[in-house]
T-cell receptor, first 110, second 114 residues
Framework: KQEVTQIPAALSVPEGENLVLNCSFT??????LQWFRQDPGKGLTSLLL?????REQTSGRLNASLDKSSGRSTLYIAASQPGDSATYLC?????????FGAGTRLTVKP | NAGVTQTPKFQVLKTGQSMTLQCAQD?????MSWYRQDPGMGLRLIHY???????DQGEVPNGYNVSRSTTEDFPLRLLSAAPSQTSVYFC?????????????FGPGTRLTVT
């Protein structure tokens, strides 16, 4: 059964820190992996998508990596800001079956 | 481009009532899907469609029906609402699920069943 796990469930850091969010998944035969941001009471905003053939993607202060063989992805956030506070969700796609992790709730303190 | 729109934003139902959650997209996406999000859990796939006239079940389909008569619309029907269906429902669309196709999400419908 395909499963996605995110650790930690919650993270609190002071402003300016670099941080890493983790996502692990069963079954390495994925189509792609997508990282989302969700603000309280809102929908999901796509941050980065990594295709199966790629190792990483970057957008601004965000960098996502993918290691299919070990079933892991990381989302690196550089120089965190209070505006980065949100829940970050990892979603893995296996052939029309997209599974989400439960998310990491990030708080960046001024 | 309005993107993915969902109506209503909030809904309260009594047990046993039926209703339809609406979802529409204006991006000409073939793939559309419905998820539910419960506290402490990730989103779970209810039903999806790979094009007009084609639908299939996801991880948690029981108690829900879908149909796809046009590319733009993908309504979700609750046949007989139960308290266990209290959740936030998200609709999503994309050109496909493989490769570099991003999924775009609507703002969600918050449903309470009493």
């Amino acid at each position: 059964k395909q499963e996605v796990t995110q650790i930690p469930a919650a993270l609190s850091v002071p402003e300016g820190e670099n941080l890493v969010l983790n996502c692990s998944f069963t079954d390495s035969a994925i189509y792609n992996l997508q990282w989302f941001r969700q603000d309280p009471g809102k929908g999901l905003t796509s941050l980065l998508l990594i295709q199966s053939s790629q190792r990483e993607q970057t957008s601004g202060r965000l960098n996502a990596s993918l290691d299919k063989s070990s079933g892991r992805s990381t989302l690196y956030i550089a120089a965190s800001q209070p505006g980065d506070s949100a829940t970050y969700l990892c979603a893995v796609n296996w052939d029309n079956d997209m599974r989400f992790g439960a998310g990491t709730r990030l708080t960046v303190k001024p | 481009n309005a993107g993915v729109t969902q109506t209503p934003k909030f809904q309260v139902l009594k047990t046993g009532q039926s209703m339809t959650l609406q979802c529409a997209q204006d991006m000409n996406h073939e793939y559309m899907s419905w998820y539910r999000q419960d506290p402490g859990m990730g989103l779970r796939l209810i039903h999806y469609s790979v094009g007009a006239g084609i639908t299939d079940q996801g991880e948690v389909p029981n108690g829900y029906n879908v149909s796809r008569s046009t590319t733009e619309d993908f309504p979700l029907r609750l046949l007989s609402a139960a308290p266990s269906q209290t959740s936030v429902y998200f609709c999503a669309s994309s050109y496909g699920l493989g490769g570099g196709y991003e999924q775009y999400f609507g703002p969600g419908t918050r449903l309470t069943v009493t």
